[in-house]
C-alpha cells in the first residue's frame, strides 16, 4: 500500500465548477502537508502550504486537512480553464522538504 | 521559469546502456533533489545533495548514481538501462538543507528518458 493515495482521474469539469481534489494517507507522522500544481511539460510548482488540521485560503484555493482521518483536500472555486493540470498532494514528517511523499497526481481538465 | 535548468529534455537509448541528466540549481541554492517520475509510480524521490554531499536518499537503484559539483550543478547517472527506466527525471532545487517553513521545492522542467 502506498503512504499516499491520490485518485489520478483524468478529472473534467465545466469552468465555473468548484473542483474538489484529495488526498489520502496513512502515516499519522505526516504533519506538513502541500499541494503542487504541474502544467504539460512542465515541472511541478508549490501551490499551497498548510500544517497540522485546518483549512487554508488562497485566492480561489482552499487547502483543507482532517488528521484524524488523514485526508486532506484542495479546493478550486470558479475553476478556470487555465487551472486545467495535474495537482499533485505531498506530504512531510519535518518541516521543510527532505523525503516529500507525492501522490500520483490528479489529471484536471476545465472546459470552456 | 522557476531557474532550474535540465539538459537534455529528451534522451532515447536503448537497454544497457548509460546515460547522465544534469541539473543547474536555481542561483544561490545549495540543495539539488532528483525525482523520477512515471505514470504507474508518481514522483518518486531519488536523492538529495546539499552543498556537494549527500544529504537524504530515497528508493534510487543501486544502478544509479549521482553527485554535486563544487559549482553546485548536479549530475545523475543511469547505467544498464532497463524499459522500467523510461521516466521523467527532475531536478529540483532549495535555498538550503529544507526548502524552508514551506517545504517549497522549484523543479525544473525534466528529462524525458525512452529506454528501447
Known amino acids: 500500500q502506498k503512504e499516499v493515495e491520490q485518485d489520478p482521474g483524468p478529472l473534467s469539469v465545466p469552468e465555473g465548477a468548484i473542483v474538489s481534489l484529495n488526498c489520502t494517507y496513512s502515516?499519522?507522522?505526516?504533519?506538513?502537508f502541500m499541494w503542487y500544481r504541474q502544467y504539460s511539460r512542465k515541472g511541478p510548482e508549490l501551490l499551497m502550504y498548510?500544517?497540522?488540521?485546518g483549512n487554508k485560503e488562497d485566492g480561489r484555493f482552499t487547502a483543507q486537512v482532517d488528521k484524524s482521518s488523514k485526508y486532506i483536500s484542495l479546493f478550486i472555486r470558479d475553476s478556470q480553464p487555465s487551472d486545467s493540470a495535474t495537482y499533485l498532494c505531498?506530504?512531510?514528517?519535518?518541516?521543510?522538504?527532505?523525503?516529500?511523499?507525492f501522490g500520483q497526481g490528479t489529471r484536471l481538465t476545465i472546459n470552456p | 521559469d522557476s531557474g532550474v535548468t535540465q539538459t537534455p529534455k529528451h534522451l532515447i537509448t536503448a537497454t544497457g546502456q548509460r546515460v547522465t541528466l544534469r541539473c543547474s540549481p536555481r542561483s544561490g541554492d545549495l540543495s539539488v533533489y532528483w525525482y523520477q517520475q512515471s505514470l504507474d509510480q508518481g514522483l518518486q524521490f531519488l536523492i538529495q545533495?546539499?552543498?556537494?554531499?549527500?544529504?537524504a536518499k530515497g528508493n534510487i537503484l543501486e544502478r544509479f548514481s549521482a553527485q554535486q559539483f563544487p559549482d553546485l550543478h548536479s549530475e545523475l547517472n543511469l547505467s544498464s538501462l532497463e524499459l522500467g527506466d523510461s521516466a521523467l527525471y527532475f531536478c529540483?532545487?532549495?535555498?538550503?538543507?529544507?526548502?524552508?517553513?514551506?517545504?517549497?521545492?522549484?523543479f525544473g522542467e525534466g528529462s524525458r528518458l525512452t529506454v528501447l
Open positions: 505531498a506530504m512531510s514528517r519535518v518541516q521543510g522538504a527532505q523525503k516529500l511523499v
Open positions: 502515516n499519522s507522522a505526516f504533519q506538513y
Open positions: 529540483a532545487s532549495s535555498e538550503g538543507g529544507l526548502a524552508g517553513f514551506t517545504g517549497e521545492l522549484f
Open positions: 498548510t500544517y497540522s488540521s
Open positions: 545533495y546539499y552543498n556537494g554531499e549527500e544529504r
